[in-house]
Nanobody, 121 residues
Framework: QVRVVESGGGLVQAGGSLRLSCAAS????????MGWSRQAPGKQRELVAG???????NYADDVKGRFTISRDNAANTVYLQMNSLKPEDTGVYYC???????????????WGQGTQVTVSS
């Protein structure tokens, strides 16, 4: 079992910054990757950023240059630094963790409850 908990969301004006944090815990051997997705009102969930255990990153085109994902493998924690925020970035941000579960090493993806990010004009 893997539990994922997000924090750091809030209300910010356009052009401002927020940093999201996500920590994974539970019964797993290791974390393969962690990342973030978001869902804006009336839209489908969108992949935002991801990072593997060896540091390979990927970003959605509309956040490149503004968002930075980083990790602390020892703490099973991932961060998303969001700069130059736009109203279009508003949505619920979800953390995901891909892990290998005990006792058999089964690949598994866990999702957090989400944290609200609101960017005002």
């Amino acid at each position: 079992q893997v539990r994922v908990v997000e924090s750091g969301g809030g209300l910010v004006q356009a052009g401002g910054s927020l940093r999201l944090s996500c920590a994974a815990s539970g019964s797993f051997f290791s974390i393969k990757s962690m990342g973030w997705s978001r869902q804006a009102p009336g839209k489908q969930r969108e992949l935002v950023a991801g990072i593997t255990s060896d540091g390979v990153t990927n970003y959605a085109d509309d956040v490149k240059g503004r968002f930075t994902i980083s990790r602390d493998n020892a703490a099973n924690t991932v961060y998303l630094q969001m700069n130059s925020l736009k109203p279009e970035d508003t949505g619920v941000y979800y953390c995901t963790a891909e892990s290998f579960l005990k006792p058999l090493g089964t690949p598994f993806r866990s999702w957090g409850q989400g944290t609200q990010v609101t960017v005002s004009s």
